[in-house]
């Protein structure tokens, strides 16, 4: 029996449940939820099988979402591949494009200067600020309906994303699709009173954010949704790879930043956000509290962000400058929904391109819980629980 | 205003004959319990008619807002499968109950239209007191010279509901049956309507299954 | 005579219809102009007409005007495997059923037409020596036919029945058949679950609604409704007499009417659209109009039962009299017919008000699960709602063997509530004038280069809908 099945069966889920062996007079339903449907953040489909409202067994299908983005960085130069992942976790590409230069720059040996490697972390931060907001808003959605109070905190937190879209768009230029970071550090350097806005937003999310706690997790009705719905004990957490805030909500203190600090980690201590229940108000809480932990970095990010050059590599003049001839690495960043991982082989044929690039989605992994938290709740709780893994396509499905 | 009284009557006495017939020819089961909605709704104008107005709210409330929720109710919950019961078994039977119902209507018709018949005017309606049939009458009435009889049916009502309660909780579902109750309930089941219906509720998990494995 | 009566109802029942038909269109503009201020958004703002030249937006009160073309030009899809006639006959049900609850549902007192001359009279007001009408009506109670002018009393109802509120409930009822056969008849599996929530939520709540009325309908000693307010103009607010019954009759409605937080018949995130996922066009329209219709017509009923009706405080049908137990503070004559389309507005005036809580209600909570719903209906509320009956009845055992010194101070207590209302009533339309024309600040927070840029050149410009 091995440890999948243990947690499995302790949380008393037969995920792999087969209908056949069900009462054929018990007037099962067979729901296809989704690929169509509002709440499923993009294209993603759960069969639901269903007794009444109760769900019995979840199965997960992916891949409506295919862009064939891995396969397509073995074709482009190293330099090509950054704006090419801006776009699979939509939600924050700002780490997207880290990961990836990292293994770049892992493979290369260069060495980033410290200045960049500063503006990276804060870019991070505000960019989990962004997406953990983005998160509230679209969780409190799935709970509250695209036509009624979830909207409200949803623009809220939309209006409050854009202000961070706002500061990127300054020193990058794109709202969205950055494109900020190249090889060896970062390409365009801070504007002037950049850090005057910083602080600017920063005031209005801190301010704003007990409001929006107060609709959401301390609000009775969105309580008693959330509260040991979905719940995912730590062992099977750890068993399915799921990371990052899912994980910590399940009581597993691990945070690459702190335990494998990378960028300006190393000398910014960062406080692990933990909760011990595992549900989905514990997902919740953790990525609140994160928001403000994320507050807390940036700030001290930008007190001490050190002068220097922003770029450790000779200026990019052409796509095909950039050559590795062989060697693979792989490097693992904190992102907003866990440990993304960008693995690097070196080699290709020609050597201005990868021979394999492998994107490790955090989101992939947290939808492999469904089949074991989703049954034995009902369908408006598949929902909650879908909504609290905090999926998104983009990076599920590349 | 007695032409206006005469044909509110026909309208309303006609749409329930319409849907009591259709309740009974009707094959697929939501139209019958629709055609019992419409009897019910015609049969409540009708006690307006005769000014037993709380007779017909209550009527509209218990039957049309509750029983015949509940029917569609239970009618959605067992799906197509259900819609076509298909029973050649008992035409005989079938026939001499109809024929009855039938027979003991006729006479139940033949009786009064003779008795009105019999009278001066066809059809008397004695004049009544204007708060006949209302909440106040009927409140007085229930309350002051029938209050023994309505508490002992209440109470009749409650132990039927404790009853049925007790029964269904017994079994719960086809799980607890023995293997052959179990044999007998599947026999009598029909084969499910692959075609499909308005009906939603399907057996399609079967063939799912086999289709994914 | 009976063709004065014809027209009479004609005309009440056109006030009733384009009342409830005008303010559900409206209250589906208000629905997203309120959303847009909660949310801290531009709002409807696109519909535009234009006459001679000039545009107008009308603050996006166009867009009621333009959904219902949207629905009427829309292709009116029916799923292949629908049952057709239960499919067009599941939104009427459930529209018409809206409409003929509203039958009797008192906008205004009784005018004693008698009382309503022409020209020179119409605006002199007899008064005796104590400011009394001389030839006035009486303060309570309806005015009887008077036979020597052959004047009828006119009631402000379209149809005065002796149930009352036993009418409406039996309509209301019969709205969950529509919304039940209209998820059957889809063909559809989200719908079938949306049907399923929205008859059972509907049936249990409607017991909660019936249950929390009983304790009213014992104080004012009626089921009429018209007779509800009069006990209520006379002593004091439902609110006041039963303030848990006020509660727990407005979550329920609030539940009946399938509306936030308790709209899991529909509940977009999780049944798509629940039971009218399949519905395109104007049978779409019809539930969607048919919800805002609901929404109206329950804040009639809450108004009617625990908010005076059409009373005013210290409003009588004489006049104005501020009176504490036998200690009168000012007195006031006003003809009868004033006093009575006074009220009339007072009763529309209160409906906008209740419809618009119910409208921010909306747009600040999440939505409960199913089993929460149904554990909340029938353990909380439907308890408590027998709680209050029994409280209700013991109280007024209470009161009535205490005697006359409990009654006296019960009468005093009934006019403090009046003064209450009066001065809440005042400070409210106060603060909404002060609030009308105060100034409006607004914040903006624009840190990015695009979005100063389109700042400082006022704005990105929008162009208006071409329709």
Redesign the interface.
């Known amino acids: 029996m091995t440890v999948l099945t243990e947690s499995a069966a302790r949380a008393g889920v037969d995920p792999h449940l087969?209908?056949?062996s069900l009462?054929?007079?018990?007037?099962?339903?067979?729901?296809h939820f989704g690929p169509q449907?509002?709440?499923t953040h993009g294209v993603f489909r759960m069969d639901l099988?269903l007794d009444g409202?109760m769900v019995l067994k979840a199965t997960p299908y992916v891949g409506y979402l295919h862009r064939g983005v891995e396969k397509l960085c073995e074709k482009l130069s190293f330099v090509q591949q950054t704006p090419i992942v801006d776009k699979n976790d939509y939600v924050a590409p700002m780490t997207n494009e880290q990961a990836l230069n990292m293994a770049f720059e892992r493979l290369l040996g260069v060495e980033v200067p410290r200045r960049a490697r500063w503006m990276r972390t804060i870019f991070a931060e505000l960019q989990r600020i962004a997406s953990h907001l983005l998160w509230l808003g679209t969780f409190?959605?799935?709970?509250?309906?695209?036509?009624?109070?979830?909207?409200?905190l949803f623009?809220?937190c939309f209006?409050e994303r854009?202000?961070i879209?706002?500061?990127?768009?300054?020193v990058s230029?794109a709202?969205f699709h950055y494109n900020t970071h190249t090889i060896g550090g970062n390409r365009h350097d801070l504007p002037a009173g950049w850090d005057a806005?910083v602080e600017?937003?920063l005031r209005?999310i801190e301010s704003r954010l007990g409001e929006y706690e107060a609709?959401s997790v301390a609000?009775s009705?969105?309580v008693?949704?959330t509260r040991g719905i979905g719940v995912l004990s730590g062992d099977l957490a750890l068993e399915l790879g799921i990371t990052g805030p899912n994980l910590r909500a399940s009581g597993i203190d691990h945070d690459l930043r702190r335990d494998a600090p990378y960028g300006a980690y190393d000398e910014l201590p960062v406080r692990a956000c933990v909760a011990r229940e595992g549900d989905c108000l514990a997902r919740a809480r953790v990525r609140v509290d994160e928001i403000r932990e994320s507050i807390r970095l940036v700030r001290a990010g930008l007190a001490g962000l050190p002068d220097g050059p922003i770029c450790g590599f000779k200026p990019i003049r052409q796509p095909t400058q950039v050559k590795i001839a062989g060697g693979q690495a792989y490097v693992a960043i904190e992102g907003p929904r866990g440990e993304l991982g960008t693995f690097v082989v070196g080699g290709g044929d020609p050597a201005t391109a990868p021979h394999r690039l492998k994107i490790r989605a955090p989101s992939l992994h947290a939808l492999s819980a469904i089949p074991y938290i989703v049954p034995g709740h009902?369908?408006?709780?598949a929902?909650a629980i879908l909504g609290s893994l905090d999926p998104i396509m983009g990076e599920v499905d590349r | 205003m007695v032409a206006l009284g005469t044909i509110y009557f026909w309208v309303c006495a006609l749409t329930a004959v319409a849907g009591a017939l259709s309740v009974v020819v009707s094959k697929n089961p939501i139209r019958g319990a629709m055609g019992l909605l419409l009897l019910i709704l015609s049969v409540a104008g009708l006690f307006l008619a005769l000014h037993a107005q709380f007779l017909a709210a209550i009527q509209l409330i218990v039957y049309a807002g509750a029983i015949v929720v509940l029917f569609l109710f239970v009618i959605m919950?067992?799906?197509p499968a259900a819609s076509t019961p298909n029973d050649r078994r008992g035409l005989f039977a079938r026939a001499f109950g109809g024929g009855l119902a039938a027979l003991c209507g006729a006479a139940a018709i033949a009786l009064v239209a003779s008795a009105g018949l019999a009278a001066k005017h066809p059809f008397p309606l004695a004049d009544v007191d204007p708060s006949f049939g209302g909440v106040d009458a009927f409140g007085s009435a229930l309350f002051a010279d029938a209050l023994v009889p309505f508490e002992v049916s209440g109470a009749l009502l409650m132990v039927a509901v404790v009853g049925a309660l007790a029964v269904a909780r017994g079994r719960q579902?086809?799980?607890s049956l023995t293997r052959s109750e179990?044999e007998v309930?599947?026999a009598a089941?029909p084969e499910p309507d692959t075609a499909g219906g308005a009906g939603?509720?399907?057996?399609?998990?079967?063939a799912?299954?086999e289709h994914s494995s | 005579m009976t063709a004065t009566l014809l027209l009479a109802t004609i005309v009440k029942i056109l006030i009733m219809v384009m009342f409830v038909l005008n303010l559900a269109a409206i209250l589906t503009w208000a629905d997203r102009r309120q959303?847009s201020m909660?949310?801290?958004?531009v709002g409807p703002n696109r519909a535009v007409i234009k006459i001679f030249g000039k545009e107008l937006r009308l603050a996006g009160l166009l867009h009621p005007l333009a959904d219902g073309l949207k629905f009427f030009t829309k292709e009116d899809f029916m799923p292949p495997n629908a049952d057709r006639l239960l499919f067009t006959l599941a939104p009427i049900m459930a529209m018409g059923m809206v409409f003929t609850l509203v039958a009797t549902i008192p906008f205004g007192d009784t005018i004693c037409l008698h009382q309503f001359r022409l020209f020179p009279d119409f605006w002199h007001v007899h008064t005796g020596p104590h400011g009394e009408l001389l030839d006035g009506v009486e303060r309570w109670g309806t005015c009887a036919a008077d036979s020597r002018n052959g004047y009828a009393p006119l009631e402000l109802v379209v149809a005065p029945l002796g149930v009352g509120i036993l009418y409406v409930f039996a309509m209301s009822g019969q709205g969950i058949i529509g919304a039940a056969i209209a998820g059957w008849s889809s063909d559809n599996?989200?719908s079938l679950?949306g049907a399923l929530r929205a008859a059972s939520q509907m049936v249990s709540y409607e017991v909660t609604l019936g249950m929390s009325l009983v304790g009213a309908m014992m104080i004012y000693g009626t089921v009429r409704l018209d007779d509800m307010v009069r006990w209520q103009q006379e002593h004091a607010w439902g609110i006041f007499v039963q303030p848990l019954a006020f509660f727990l009759f407005f979550a329920a409605a609030v539940a009946e009417n399938k509306r936030?937080?308790f709209?899991?018949p529909?509940?977009?995130?999780?049944?798509?659209s629940g039971y009218f996922t399949e519905y395109a066009g104007m049978k779409f329209g019809m539930f969607y109009f048919a919800e805002y219709a609901e929404v109206v017509t329950g804040s009639m009923l809450l108004v009617t039962i625990f908010l005076g009706g059409w009373a005013l405080p210290f409003f009588h049908r004489d006049g104005l009299l501020v009176q504490f137990g036998d200690t009168t503070l000012l007195r006031v004559a006003i003809p009868h017919v004033f006093v009575t389309l006074l009220g009339v507005l007072a009763f529309f005036g209160k409906v906008i008000v209740v419809c618009w809580i119910q409208v921010f209600v909306?747009?600040?909570?999440?939505?409960?699960?199913?089993?929460?719903l149904m554990k909340l209906g029938w353990r909380l509320l439907l308890p408590a709602s027998l709680a209050n009956i029994l409280v209700t009845g013991v109280v007024w055992l209470a009161v009535d063997k205490a005697g006359s010194a409990a009654s006296d101070g019960l009468r005093i207590a009934a006019d403090v509530t009046q003064a209450v209302v009066a001065m809440a009533m005042t400070y409210l339309i106060g603060r909404g004038v002060v609030g009308m024309f105060g100034t409006v600040t607004h914040e903006r927070?624009?840190?990015?280069?695009?979005?100063g840029i389109a700042a400082r050149r006022g704005g990105t410009k929008t162009e208006p809908m071409q329709a």
């Open positions: 087969a209908p056949a009462d054929p007079e018990a007037d099962l339903m067979l729901l449907h509002p709440s099988l409202e409190t959605l799935d709970l509250g309906g695209a036509l009624g109070g979830g909207t409200t623009m809220h209006r854009e202000s879209l706002d500061l990127f768009e300054e230029g709202r806005n600017r937003a209005v609709m609000n009705i969105f008693a949704r009902t369908v408006s709780d929902v | 919950l067992l799906g579902g086809v799980a179990r309930a599947r089941t939603v509720y399907s057996h399609e998990i079967h799912h299954e | 959303s909660i949310q801290d958004r599996k989200f679950m936030i937080p709209d899991l529909e509940a977009e995130s999780e049944l798509v909306r747009w600040s909570l999440p939505r409960f699960r199913y089993d929460q927070n624009i840190i990015g280069t695009s979005a």
